[in-house]
């Protein structure tokens, strides 16, 4: 339903209405209500996102290959990070904003990556997200001493994509037992909430079952705590998108058809009328 706050109409859950905040997040998964997380790279696109209910924006460092043209995620900077946390965080109200550690601020260890993450929730993240197991858990550890919340991310994780030999479903047979082991090693070490994508279902819901804090899944199946999609997929912006992803929507050719409208009024002349202008 449309409201004078915002015409899109939205249909809240998480947090009551207030901006959901990373004690919201246990509580979801304890009262079983499924959190839904999308992208967002700018103010634009996270100011619908907000007001359409999403409990979780995301500026993934997917802004990489979704909107600067790259093949992958790895030549994304921690400045592009920012200028675009800095952009999701000025225009979202309710949605807690979690923003990319990108490739190559967080491998060295704990100092960099309280470092990088600094930066990051200075430009107005709630919370920082890494990829990897065991060996990230000391850094999970000092990043939330020092009050910054961090979410992790298991399964396929893009940044490693060259180590990985491409886009492939991790944890199938014994790394099972490694990525539970994973799992449990940044819940202990205090991560918020877990992001598992490309893995096997019935190895996310054991992961989600064994954890206390939530499962985010991508391509994970049905029995995570909630899901996360990047948002052109989600909407329908491009030609292709993965088999995980669902278009609930065809922006992309809504948006084409509003530009070839746009340019046939100009030409024809019958844009702009008078309405549109100033006679004096
Ligand atoms: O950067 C990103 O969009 C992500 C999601 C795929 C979870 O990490």
């Known amino acids: 339903m449309a409201t004078p706050e915002s015409p899109y109409g939205s249909s809240v859950a998480v947090g009551g209405g207030k901006p959901v905040r990373v004690h919201h997040l246990a509580a979801a998964k304890r009262d079983g209500v499924r959190l839904v997380m999308l992208t967002a790279y700018d103010a634009v696109a996270a100011r619908i996102l907000d007001a359409a209910g999403t409990d979780m924006l995301l500026v993934g460092d997917s802004i990489g290959n979704v909107m600067l043209g790259h093949e992958s995620t790895l030549p994304v900077e921690l400045d592009e990070m920012v200028v675009a946390t800095r952009s999701v965080a000025r225009a979202t109200k309710r949605a807690l904003v979690v923003a990319d550690l990108p490739f190559g601020t967080y491998e060295a260890g704990p100092e960099q990556a309280l470092a990088s993450a600094v930066r ?5 993240a709630n919370a920082v997200k890494l990829e990897g197991g065991r060996p990230r858990a000391a850094s999970v550890r000092a990043l939330t001493q020092a009050g910054i919340p961090v979410v992790g991310h298991l399964g396929f994780t893009p940044q490693s994509v060259n180590m990985l030999g491409g886009f492939r479903v991790q944890g199938r047979g014994e790394a099972a037992e490694e990525l ?12 918020i909430a877990l992001v598992l994508e490309m893995v096997p279902e019935p190895l996310a819901a054991r992961v989600t079952e064994s954890l206390a804090i939530p499962t985010i899944g991508i391509g994970a199946g049905a029995r995570c705590d909630g899901q996360v999609l990047v948002w052109t997929d989600m909407a329908g912006m491009t030609e292709w998108s993965p088999r995980f992803a669902h278009q609930f929507g065809q922006v992309g050719q809504a948006l084409h058809q509003a530009a070839a409208d746009y340019g046939a009024a100009v030409r024809e002349a019958s844009f702009p009328a008078e309405k549109h202008w100033f006679s004096s």
């Open 180 to 191: 539970l082991t994973d799992a449990q090693a940044l819940a202990e070490a205090g991560a």
């Open 120 to 124: 990051l929730m200075k430009a107005g």
